[in-house]
């Protein structure tokens, strides 16, 4: 017998799916261009050589981890018989997604950096699952905008995936599946008409050219990629040399966490203002979501940067951005606590981001068309994710 064969022989037949099980946590805690392919082949025990026997390069293997989430969603709905009901649908999905909560971030780069052709193919598959959680929210709650509460439902249960709070499986679980129920139960029409009121602080007018290089380089980030656009681009976008952009900022990571800062700083302010003549958590929380809807309404191009780029920033960025939205959260802990005095700080937290992630989902479902109706609508289901009727 050959080496080759003594090889084979001991090389698992699901080496393939130990690669991808592998990665997704990679590419989820570094970033797609901060994942190596070198580190994944270290995670699952084997040489680079050897990953590549399975994966060409870098994005074939990313391809597959994007959609490993999607493809064992679909297979829920397809096990999932009706009479499991929406609840039962629902925790489902939650399921699998727990089991999967450390690469199911993956999601969140999709249409960054995926090719068209597979970025079609994925939001297609995306779709499907929407379209089965919609036929059960319309069969069993019936009420206007159907698909519109069931992706906002799916962005409640998703949001797992996007932070580490620590939590208990079953905690997390029920938390999860309340939360995507209290937003399919929810009608985007019931919240006050608060939404289209709520006037964040202006973006101060660029000043100096630190402020017009932070300007400039958001809309450039959000069209082309972060990865893609060069100092060069962002100098030229200002009227710049090249080399004279790298005295205000030595690095590009540097212009991303400015803006980021910046952004946070200008949300702080609008929960301030927000809070202000307001009386009891309940209406305190109200109002911290009319602010939230408000950002997220008019920081599109922003936010849809830093939801993928954030974890590719060095640690030194990365810091002072995380500690920014932890003080943030902090706030929405507060008072949520008082209007849900029956979950601990950690189940308070976990809700919190779900409905942060009913948010992203609900405004990419209205594609970010920005109208009083519309941040109605979604503030609705905000709080309907958080057990907080409008």
């Known amino acids: 017998m050959t080496v080759d064969e003594v090889t084979a022989r001991r090389r698992p ?32 025990g084997i040489t680079a050589a050897a990953l590549y026997r399975h994966f060409p ?17 679909l ?26 909560r450390a690469s199911g971030g993956v999601y969140r780069w999709e249409a960054r950096y995926l090719e068209a052709e597979d970025r079609g193919e994925l939001r297609g598959k995306f779709a499907a699952v929407v379209d089965g959680v919609t036929d059960a929210v319309e069969r069993e709650l019936g009420g206007t905008q159907p698909r519109l509460r069931a992706a906002a439902a799916l962005g409640a ?6 932070h580490r709070t620590p939590i208990a499986r079953q905690r997390a679980e029920d938390l999860l599946v309340a939360a995507a129920l209290g937003v399919a139960e929810a009608e985007p029409g019931a919240a006050p008409a608060s939404g289209s009121l709520v006037h964040l602080p202006s973006r101060p007018e660029p000043a100096s050219r630190r402020a017009e290089i932070l300007q400039a380089a958001i809309p450039l980030f959000a069209e082309r990629g972060f990865p893609q656009v060069s ?29 980021c800062l910046q952004t946070a700083g200008l949300l702080e302010q609008a929960v301030g203002q927000a809070l202000q003549g307001v ?17 997220s309404f008019e920081n599109t191009e922003l936010i849809s940067v830093a939801e ?28 949520l606590g008082q209007v849900r005095p029956e979950l601990d ?29 519309h941040r109605d609508g979604v503030t609705a289901l905000l709080l309907g994710a958080l057990g907080v009727p409008a």
Request: aromatic share 6%; net charge negative; glycine share 8%.
């Open 13 to 44: 037949r699901n080496r393939r799916q130990l690669i991808v099980d592998a990665a997704g946590p990679v590419f989820s805690a570094r970033g797609y261009h901060g994942a190596s392919m070198e580190e994944v082949a270290a995670e699952v």
């Open 57 to 73: 390069n870098k994005y074939a293997l990313f391809v597959e981890c994007a959609n490993l989430m999607v493809d064992r969603l």
């Open 75 to 100: 297979r829920v709905l397809e096990e999932q018989s009706d009479a499991v009901g929406l609840p039962g649908l629902l925790r489902a999905l939650a399921e699998e997604t727990l089991d999967h």
């Open 157 to 162: 249960i998703g949001s797992i995936t996007l």
């Open 231 to 259: 100092m060069g681009q962002i100098a030229r976008a200002v009227g710049l040399s090249p080399s004279a952009i790298y005295r205000h900022y030595p690095v590009k990571a540097d212009i991303l966490a400015a803006a």
């Open 279 to 295: 009386r009891g958590p309940r209406d305190s929380v109200a109002a911290l979501a009319a602010a939230f809807v408000a950002y």
């Open 308 to 335: 993928a780029e954030i974890v590719g920033l060095p640690p030194e960025l990365q810091r002072p951005v995380t500690l920014a939205q932890r003080e943030h959260v902090a706030v929405w802990e507060r008072w």
């Open 345 to 373: 700080a950690r189940q308070t937290r976990t809700l919190v981001h779900a409905g942060f992630g009913v948010v992203v989902e609900a405004g990419r479902g209205l594609h970010w068309q920005d109208t009083g109706e």
